[in-house]
């Protein structure tokens, strides 16, 4: 199994990256983890890139020119002198990755909503791309700071092989604290939205988000764990992950918007 980390999802979260151990400071609601090991804490004081293995992700920004959000490359991120703003930077407080996406900001072409949120890339600097067949995971914890109505945390998206701009799937956090899975129907468009979960806004908790045997998405929220198949109309594609705050509302406010903190980040394909 190829292991892409950020900072392994447990109460004092851990994670091996480039054989070094990192823990960032346990937040409320968040769960123990089997076989957790103490190491030093996350430094709140350096880049994300300095915490967080950032190798395999690119950054997306909701500034920059209509219909062209500014990207940051994984050579950028990585370091404790990497790059952080405004809109994606570490809290001086605990270490945690945090993604800020106002109601107002520069969009993709395909979307009207801004977002602070990472792509998954190769470590050769190729965009991610891969079948659905064999195991594909995402595991998190995280903790929505703030958000104005709803906001997408996790997604799973298509790659090449149509012409699709579609999702396969969504994780939606909205400001009820509802916790709500979109599986899109087909390449088409359609979603199915489904509730998995409520944590209240402020507090932490976990998600995986995954494939398996090319026909079924995996998820587990705090341990609960659900299935969903996939239209075989999907087979075509190939996918991608993506994490960080999405915002599903708009406005002429760049004060409104969605914050999200990420104590922890992995990915993983076999």
Same mark, same amino acid.
């Given at each position: 199994?190829?292991?892409? &980390? ?16 990192? &823990? ?10 089997? /076989? ?46 990497? #790059?952080?703003?405004?809109?994606? *930077?570490?809290?001086?407080?605990? %270490? ?8 107002? %900001? ?27 067949? %064999? ?5 998190? &914890? ?71 045997? %090319? ?12 299935? *969903? ?7 075509? *594609? ?7 705050? *999405? ?9 409104? /918007?969605?914050?999200?903190? #990420? ?8």
């Amino acid at each position: 199994m190829r292991m892409r &980390t950020l900072l392994t999802s447990l109460a004092t979260v851990t994670a091996v990256t480039g054989g070094l151990a990192l &823990t960032a400071p346990a937040a409320s609601g968040s769960t123990n983890v089997t /076989g957790a090991v103490a190491a030093p804490l996350a430094d709140p004081t350096v880049a994300p890139g300095g915490n967080f293995d950032l190798g395999v992700w690119q950054l997306q920004e909701p500034v920059g020119s209509p219909g062209s959000p500014t990207t940051i490359s994984s050579a950028r991120l990585q370091g404790a002198n990497g #790059f952080q703003d405004s809109y994606f *930077y570490t809290d001086t407080r605990d %270490g945690a990755m945090t993604f800020w996406a106002p109601e107002k %900001g520069v969009t993709t072409p395909n979307s009207n909503y801004a977002r602070s949120e990472l792509r998954e890339m190769n470590r050769s600097g190729s965009a991610a791309n891969w079948s659905l067949s %064999g195991t594909h995971t995402m595991k998190a &914890t995280l903790r929505v700071v703030s958000v104005t109505s709803n906001v997408c945390v996790g997604q799973i998206h298509l790659g090449t092989g149509g012409t699709s701009t579609k999702p396969l799937l969504e994780l939606y956090y909205r400001s009820s604290g509802d916790i709500v899975l979109g599986t899109e129907n087909s390449p088409d468009g359609g979603q199915t939205l489904h509730t998995v979960g409520n944590v209240a806004v402020g507090k932490t908790w976990n998600y995986t988000i995954g494939v398996s045997g %090319g026909n079924t998405i995996n998820l587990t929220v705090n341990g609960s764990t659900t299935h *969903y198949a996939i239209p075989s109309s999907f087979n075509a *594609y190939k996918q991608y992950f993506k994490a960080g705050s *999405y915002n599903q509302s708009s406005s002429d406010s760049t004060t409104k /918007g969605a914050r999200v903190a #990420f104590y922890g980040l992995t990915v993983s394909h076999s």
